[in-house]
């Protein structure tokens, strides 16, 4: 599949007008970095619905407006990564969170096969303003999920948010 004439890849929102770091290879033809998407915040969507309780702020990021509860969403990795991802290959995960309370948030990297049968998830659990998801084996459709904690009160100043996630594809290591 063509990346140009993917869909897919004019309906996300990127970070800094669509920044895609370069992959760098050495001499030898050995990659020593893998080309980074960054994406912001905004690309994710409430799970099951709950979308009273998401806000897309106007600089990009998803926010938690509810007092009262978490909030779960689903960050897509488009799927046209996975036509370029050979056996054998990995993707690399961050997720940046701004936090503006100390109660814990979740993320999970999941992977599941085309025929939504069998996958994976690797999750993480933490106060920290970010998550990283190194070596990540692939199936076939990858998304990151996380849960955003409650909101300290209604003001958006006191909201947790994610406001981005960058994604990079290599072989193994």
Known sequence: M??????A????????????????????????????????????????????????????AVSNRSTTGSLQVSC??????????DEGSVLDI???VRRNTSALMTCAAVSRRED???????????????FYFDNVHTLGFNTVRCTIPTAATSSPSRRNSITGYTYATGPDR
């Open 94 to 96: 961050g997720v940046m």
């Open 2 to 7: 063509n990346r140009k004439n993917n869909p």
């Open 76 to 85: 897509p990795i488009p799927s046209y990564i996975n036509t370029y991802i």
């Open 9 to 60: 890849v004019n309906f996300i929102p990127r970070v800094s007008g669509g920044l895609t770091a370069v992959a760098m290879v050495a001499v030898l033809g050995t990659p020593v970095a893998m080309a980074t998407t960054f994406v912001a915040g905004s690309a994710c969507q409430a799970v099951n619905g709950n979308y009273g309780s998401q806000v897309l702020t106007s600089n990009g």
């Open 116 to 130: 939504d049968m069998s996958g994976f998830v690797v999750s993480q659990t933490g106060r920290g303003t970010s």
